[in-house]
């Protein structure tokens, strides 16, 4: 039997309950790695025996970002709901928990890659002496000019494939800076064209698929704006509001965003060196709005059946708070400290600072 098809067996054979721990983990383990701020890749093991302990069928996976939980949710047998206020993590997840099926073909790889099927060159003109070279941000404009006809999880897998692509060839992932010169240190990430990047990407998210035999969601939106509904499980993981400054996520990842919907409906702010699009504001980034949109968020979900929500030990407000603002829902509240190593960078000489990363569950 096929690796694929025992897969498929297996989660079949465990549609009304969820598929054991380390079947999930194998499967998650497949999960494209985008770099992104507050990423869950290394805590997975960790989050997967919180689920797999609170069980329950449907969740909520409410800040969605990178995709892999809401992936490790589908991967652990739950019917999920993946969220998130960007476009591109709805794009992710649409093409990799959404999906039960759908793949890119050869022949749809080629069509992608090859000639452009019309004269568009936004990116070209915007971008000019940014980020990437005129080669690339010319397969850009091509590819999506392509991307504009498809529909369906090829659209979505195709939209992934290119963000992904982006963020591995920008240094560090994010967009903060235009000259990326200082880090040209031979890795191959940095070497690959984006137009190699794209054909690498497509198979690794065509890797991710398989049909679970459930419906699953993916929606992009404020959280405040999502029904409660009737959850067993909500995740939270919410930016992490810093001492200082703020957790901007449109900042460092506006190049993303755009991309991922050929800046329609986006505001470019012209005048930065950056071109970056004006941020969406919320609560989550600040630390004079942080408690609030807490105490909100915990009485919007108090009725799912369990709250588990992910925190660093370095961002307001302190455990003792949270813990504190659960109770006021929950009448159970653990609080599982992870230490946790952040990377910030991408190169040899990138910063790395330890933290607690704390795991609240409250049921």
Do not use: C
């Not at 809401?70 to 998130?84: I, R």
């Not at 290119?162 to 010169?181: H, I, Y």
């Amino acid at each position: 039997m096929r690796q694929d098809d025992l897969m498929t067996s297996l989660y079949r054979t465990h549609e009304r309950g969820l598929v054991p721990r380390a079947e999930a983990l194998a499967r998650t383990a497949l999960f494209p790695r985008l770099r992104y701020m507050g990423s869950k890749y290394r805590l997975i093991p960790h989050l997967s025996s919180v689920f797999e302990e609170v069980g329950g069928g449907r969740a909520l996976d409410a800040f969605s970002g990178s995709g892999v939980v809401s992936y490790l949710l589908k991967a652990q047998g739950f019917e999920v709901t993946s969220n998130d206020f960007l476009d591109f993590p709805a794009a992710i997840t649409s093409a990799t928990v959404v999906n039960q099926s759908e793949l890119l073909t050869h022949d749809d790889v080629r069509t992608l890659i090859g000639p452009p099927a019309d004269d568009r060159d936004f990116i070209s003109r915007t971008f000019d002496g940014l980020y990437f070279n005129a080669e690339d941000r010319a397969f850009l404009d091509s590819a999506w000019s392509h991307i504009d006809l498809l529909g369906g999880a090829k659209r979505h897998i195709a939209i992934s494939a290119l963000v992904l692509s982006a963020a591995r060839k920008q240094p560090r992932g994010v967009f903060t800076f235009t000259d990326s010169s200082r880090y040209a240190d031979g890795r191959r990430d940095l070497t690959l064209t984006l137009r190699e990047h794209f054909v690498e990407r497509v198979a690794e998210y065509n890797a991710t698929v398989f049909d679970d035999g459930q419906s699953h969601t993916a929606v992009v939106g404020d959280i405040a704006d999502l029904p409660p509904s009737d959850f067993d499980l909500v995740y939270l993981d919410p930016p992490y509001a810093p001492q200082s400054d703020d957790a901007d996520y449109m900042k460092r990842y506006h190049f993303l965003q755009g991309l991922a919907v050929y800046w329609e409906g986006q505001e470019i702010m012209a005048t930065t060196k950056t071109k970056k699009i004006i941020k969406k504001f919320t609560p989550f980034a600040y630390k004079r709005t942080i408690v609030d949109a807490l105490s909100r968020t915990f009485e919007q979900f108090a009725d799912a059946g369990s709250l588990v929500m992910s925190y660093s030990s370095n961002a307001v407000p302190d455990a003792a708070t949270i813990v504190s603002l659960l109770r006021h829902v929950k009448p159970n509240v653990e609080v599982h400290p992870i230490d946790h190593t952040y990377t910030f960078g991408t190169h040899a000489a990138a910063t790395r600072r330890s933290v607690s990363e704390y795991l609240f569950v409250a049921r």
